[in-house]
Every structure is written in structure tokens, then in C-alpha cells.
């Protein structure tokens, strides 16, 4: 493919806001993990962004306030990013700036705050519940739209923790369709009390922090957050300052399990080895690849397989959900932002707090920081439904 | 952007399939509202088929009939699934279970309650390892979902199964979010038009808004108001018409247009 320029970008997770925050707390190995106090619900540990129920949205409507949105924001107002996109917006003309953004469960804490104040009598949700601006899938681009000022035609793309990786597919589709020149690529998810108690429910969230690829681990923490990158065709418009660029992507299913990866990750290695063949890139001339890891047990020993498949031991690989935790649908813009931070800095993290990797693993973990020239990073996500969504991004 | 339409499907009150449906559309049948029966899921193997429910149903008997009629391999085709509401029957009752005392969440309605949960069935009915995605776009699914894949279409220079597919949602949201209807429709776009082709669609977005086409009958019209995958019929229409024209659709924001040319 002909590589899109990523010409401003910004990230919000547990572990800080902006992206200077970002780089100290991955550099530092410091993770965002606390014990779980959520909604009344304290099974295991979160990656939970402070003061995103009390953010005020900026310039829109209120009904839009929702925790989601609220990350949104949030994050809009870090790194200049709002700033970047007004300049693009005077460049290009508001219209012609799309805004394609994922998430797996959009504000559905407002709904679940809606049922616990039913009308007794009519079973009606209270009237200060907007459905349409807060819990619904679409309110998040037309949030962010509008935040934003933007006019272009805009998507919410769903699938479920591969949400704004595939995000960005859906993006270049519209751009290599000419029916836009630039466009707001991201996405964000948030805490709830659905994805805590749904995961403990299928026994997937671990009681201590999570610990992707190690021998023991026992499966997620759930996280939160958000994330942008402004994404047009580079040398479209001068002045604007490339931070990085998307490469390569491939995108498939697993055809085999609703919630259940293919244990055989024929999947997994379509989408990795698309992305190679849309990059032009051999296995050799990645430096690094940031696992979708969840901490899982079967999440982590397929992907291994599916790296091992195609890598061998020949391209070091870590998870950093010890970090954030899981931010589900957000979990493929906010590691996007984390590989243009290793490729800036020049370093690739290893995973947190493993104490002995599976001794099933055949690929190269990393369980410590490698200090190195980073130039090319895959970004790995995969979700329920059997999706799965690879990423190549290269620095500048 | 120019595609072709391979293969289509429509599934709603008073409109059993393709063949059904145009004759209805292009007035030769009376339309007769009645409840949708959507054929069996075969392509699942009895445990998925047990545990999907309705919606589920509906986008793969939706994608089965549209694949067929392009005779397209459903393990080899790309697909945009567009959906509002997605399971509003799941969510309701996993909401109702988080506000009950002692409400557990049943782990299979969790895995349920994922917005791609019939584009996932789908591909397991199918062993497919063909890219899907899941899109939510409130009113607006059918325009978006259909802006979307004759994108991917394009761009991706292959065929793209578009699937549009809604219910009513059912408890409290369904106070407020109001959808009446089962209803559901699918396209099999490719890039060039083979033998067998229905039509050319020239698609192009606008950026301002404009009224949308109202040459469906009234009682049509309610219908296209009525559920956000219906808003596809004012172009079902004009496809069942075998005649040139052009449709308005309002997507968010402005208007798509689709410019139909019979093949």
C-alpha cells in the first residue's frame, strides 16, 4: 500500500495523558494498574484514567456526556491535537475530514446508570438518559465531530477489541476512495460495569495485575481509555509535520469461536503476513511487535504460535497490557500511539510483571526494556467474533 | 465511486426475499405486512445455532441469499455489516441482570452482546478467514454502511457483502430508542460487473443535506422510517424498477447519492 502520514497524534490511558506521560511511564515501567473499585465491583485490578467521570466536555452539546465521550475529550485536548486537526480543517475545508473511530461498548455506563433508576411504575429510564448521544455506538465520532468542527462523513466501527485498529481500514478505504483527504483515525472505550462483570463472568479477569506471557498468568485487567492520530496523504499539505507512518494493515477472521481464539491462529497469521505483503516488508525488517497479549491463557499462546509461525525468534515481542490493562476496543489506537512513542525514544518495553515466560513459548519476549533503534513496529488486535486486525507503522 | 450489484436480499414485514420483494416494490404484488420468517441458519452447527439469536438469524439468512444470487463463495467475500441497535435483546437483559441484586451475566450473552457478534457467526457458519466489519450508525447505518463497502469494494478492488440488518430493541432502551419491525437487506457489490449483474451504482457523498426521495408508497415510507436498515428501500425500489435513476439517502452528515443504471 502507499503509506499514509501520521501528522498528529495523541494517547490517554491509566498510565498518563499525552503522549511525554506516555513515554516516561513505559520507559520507567511503571504500570496504571489499581485494585478494582469500580460501580461497587472489586474483582481484580483496573487501568482506570483518573477524573474521567468528572471531565466537562468542551463546546458541544451537553447530552453528550458520557464516560466515553468524556475520555474523548480529554484526550482532543492533549498534545495539540485539536490544534493540528484546525489546521487541517483551514487547509482542506471542514468537509473534507472524516472522523472513523472504534469502540466496543460507547457510553453504555449511562444506560447502566439508567437501570438503576427505572420508573417504577413504567419501567421508562429516567429522562435525563440520552440514548442517542451517550450510549449509542455512533455517538462517539459524532461527539468527536463535533468537538472538533468537523463536517466530512463519519463511522463508528465495532468490533469488539480490535475496534480502532481495524478503525483505521475503514479509514484508508474512504481516503483511497477520494471521499475525503484526511481523516480522524482513533477511538475509545471505557469502564463499565458490562465488560467487568461480562469478563469475570466467562473467568477471564485475573485477580492480580495482569501478566501477559508469563507461565502462571490467569487472564486480563480491564482497562480504559483513548486515543487520535490525524492521518492524510503525505506532501498533500505543506507544513504539515509528519510524526510517523501506517505502512501496512491486514484484516481477518477466525471463522471458528465466538470468544475462543483458533487455537490454530490460521487468522492471526493471515492478518500478520497481509501486513507484511501491503508494507513490502520481509519478516526480517520489523524491530519489534506489540502483542495483543491480554494476559489470557489462550489468547497469548496463540498469538505466540502465530508470531513464532511467521517470525520464528527473530523479532522481539512484549505485551503492554501490564500497563494499561485491556482498553478493549480503544486498545488498538492507544498501542498505535505507544509504537510511534518506542520509535521516537528508541526503545522497545518488555512485558510487566512476568516472573517466568510460558515455557511453551517459542518467540522472542521480551520481560525487559531493549534500548535500540526502533523503525518498524506491528501492532497486533484481535477480538471476540473471531476478528483480528494487524497494523505496520514506521517512524519518520 | 462505480460498483455493481452481484446479488441481493431483503427480509422484513410482507417482503420474503429478493424475488418477493421486487414484485411488491415494483407494484405487481400488493404489499401485505405480515411477521418475518427468516429461513434457518444451516450454515451453524447446532450449538451456535442454538445459541445465536433472532438478529443473528436474520443477517445470515440476509448474506446467505445475497451471496447465492452473486454466486459468490461466502468463505471468500470481504463484509460490512451495518447495524443500529445490534442486539438490543441481549444488552437489555445484561443490563437488567447488573441493575438486579444477585443478577449474574451469563457469560454466552456477554460474548453475544459484542456489536459483531452476526458478522462473527457468520464467518464460524462459514470457516471463513475473510475480513468483516461491524458498524453502528444509528439512522444513518443503511447510508454509511452502504458508503463504506462500496468504498472497501473499490478500493479493495474485490466483492463486498454489505449487510443492513435491524430489530426493535426490547425493555427500557426500547422506551426511548423506538424501532418498530424486523428488517434487513443485502448487497453483493464487486468492482466490475459480471454476467448475471442488476445494476451499476454510481455513489457519490454531498456534503449538504437534501430531502430525501419520497416515490415510495405511504404505507412503504412508514416502513423506511420505522427501522434504520429499512432506510435501503427508496433504493430497492429503484432497483426493482429496472429503471434508471437517481436515489438521495441522508447519512451523517449530508446526503449519499446513488445513481442506479439496470445492467
Known amino acids: ?396 | 465511486m462505480r460498483v455493481s450489484v452481484q446479488g441481493i436480499s431483503v427480509w422484513g414485514p410482507g417482503l420474503s426475499g429478493w424475488p418477493h420483494a421486487a414484485r411488491v416494490l415494483q407494484g405487481q404484488e400488493d404489499w401485505a405486512p405480515a411477521p418475518v420468517q427468516v429461513p434457518p441458519a444451516t450454515c451453524l452447527p447446532a450449538n451456535e445455532r442454538r445459541r445465536c439469536g433472532p438478529l443473528t438469524r436474520l443477517a445470515i439468512a440476509l448474506a446467505e441469499e445475497a451471496c447465492a444470487q452473486a454466486g459468490v463463495q461466502a468463505a471468500d467475500i470481504r463484509g460490512v455489516f451495518a447495524s443500529s441497535n445490534g442486539d438490543g435483546a441481549v444488552v437489555d437483559s445484561i443490563l437488567t441482570a447488573l441493575s438486579t441484586p444477585g443478577g449474574e451475566v451469563s457469560p454466552t450473552q456477554f460474548h453475544n452482546s459484542v456489536h459483531n457478534a452476526p458478522a462473527g457467526y457468520w464467518t464460524i457458519g462459514h470457516a471463513s478467514l475473510a475480513p468483516v466489519v461491524a458498524l453502528g450508525c444509528y439512522d444513518w447505518s443503511f447510508a454509511q454502511g452502504l458508503l463504506k463497502a462500496a468504498a472497501e469494494c473499490v478500493v479493495e478492488n474485490a466483492p463486498v457483502l454489505f449487510v443492513a440488518y435491524d430489530l426493535p430493541i426490547p425493555g427500557p432502551i426500547g422506551k426511548v430508542r423506538i424501532t418498530h419491525n424486523t428488517f434487513g437487506c443485502a448487497f453483493v457489490l464487486v468492482p466490475q460487473a459480471r454476467q448475471g449483474a442488476v445494476c451499476t451504482l454510481d455513489i457519490t457523498h454531498a456534503p449538504g443535506a437534501v430531502a430525501q426521495d419520497t416515490t415510495l408508497p405511504p404505507q412503504l415510507a412508514e416502513l423506511a422510517r420505522s427501522n434504520p436498515a429499512a432506510g435501503g428501500l427508496a433504493l430497492l425500489q429503484q432497483i426493482a424498477s429496472g429503471q434508471e435513476g437517481i436515489v438521495h439517502m441522508a447519512c451523517q452528515p449530508g446526503t449519499i447519492l446513488a445513481e442506479v443504471k439496470p445492467c
Open chain 1, 1 to 396: 500500500m502507499k503509506p499514509l502520514a501520521i501528522t498528529a497524534g495523541t494517547v490517554l490511558s491509566a498510565i498518563g495523558r499525552g503522549l511525554a506521560a506516555t513515554e516516561d511511564a513505559l520507559l520507567a515501567r511503571r504500570s496504571g494498574l489499581t485494585p478494582c473499585d469500580f460501580a461497587g465491583i472489586k474483582t481484580g485490578y483496573v487501568g482506570c484514567v483518573p477524573q474521567a467521570g468528572t471531565h466537562v466536555l468542551e463546546g458541544v452539546a451537553p447530552g453528550f456526556t458520557c464516560r466515553n465521550n468524556q475520555l474523548a475529550d480529554m484526550a482532543c485536548a492533549q498534545d495539540g491535537f485539536a490544534q493540528a486537526v484546525q489546521s487541517a480543517r483551514q487547509f482542506y475545508g471542514a468537509y473534507r475530514i472524516a472522523v472513523v473511530l472504534g469502540t466496543s461498548t460507547s457510553g453504555i455506563l449511562s444506560a447502566e446508570d439508567a437501570y438503576e433508576a427505572l420508573d417504577p411504575v413504567t419501567g421508562a429510564p429516567p429522562p435525563e438518559f440520552d440514548q442517542a448521544h451517550t450510549q449509542d455506538l455512533f455517538s462517539l465520532p459524532r461527539f468527536v465531530a463535533a468537538r472538533l468542527g468537523l463536517e466530512g462523513p463519519i463511522l463508528s466501527v465495532s468490533n469488539a477489541c480490535a475496534s480502532s485498529s481495524r478503525a483505521f481500514v475503514d479509514a484508508r478505504h474512504w481516503l483511497e476512495a477520494g471521499l475525503c483527504d484526511a481523516v480522524v483515525v482513533g477511538g475509545a472505550d471505557s469502564l463499565c460495569r458490562m465488560t467487568l462483570r461480562g469478563f469475570a463472568a466467562l473467568g477471564l479477569v485475573s485477580a492480580e495485575p495482569t501478566r501477559p506471557c508469563d507461565a502462571q498468568r490467569t487472564g486480563i485487567s480491564v482497562g480504559e481509555g483513548a486515543g487520535f492520530v490525524l492521518l492524510e496523504r503525505e506532501g498533500a499539505r505543506s507544513g504539515a509535520e509528519v510524526m510517523g507512518r501506517w505502512v501496512g494493515y491486514g484484516v481477518s477472521s477466525d471463522g471458528h469461536h465466538m470468544s475462543s481464539p483458533d487455537p490454530l491462529a490460521r487468522g492471526a497469521v493471515a492478518a500478520m503476513r497481509e501486513a507484511l505483503e501491503r508494507a513490502g516488508l520481509d519478516a526480517s525488517q520489523l524491530d519489534y511487535i506489540n502483542l495483543h497479549g491480554t494476559g489470557t491463557v489462550v489468547n497469548d499462546a496463540m498469538e505466540d504460535h502465530a508470531v513464532h509461525t511467521l517470525f520464528g525468534r527473530s523479532v522481539p515481542c512484549s505485551s503492554t497490557k501490564g500497563w494499561t490493562g485491556h482498553t478493549l476496543g480503544a486498545s488498538g489506537i492507544i498501542e498505535a500511539m505507544f509504537a510511534l512513542v518506542m520509535m521516537r525514544a528508541g526503545f522497545a518495553p518488555g512485558c510487566l510483571n512476568v516472573q517466568q515466560i510460558d515455557p511453551t513459548f517459542n518467540s522472542h519476549v521480551l520481560t525487559d526494556t531493549l534500548h535500540k533503534p526502533v523503525q518498524r513496529v506491528m501492532s497486533n488486535a484481535f477480538g471476540f467474533g473471531g476478528t483480528n486486525c494487524s497494523l505496520i507503522f514506521e517512524g519518520v
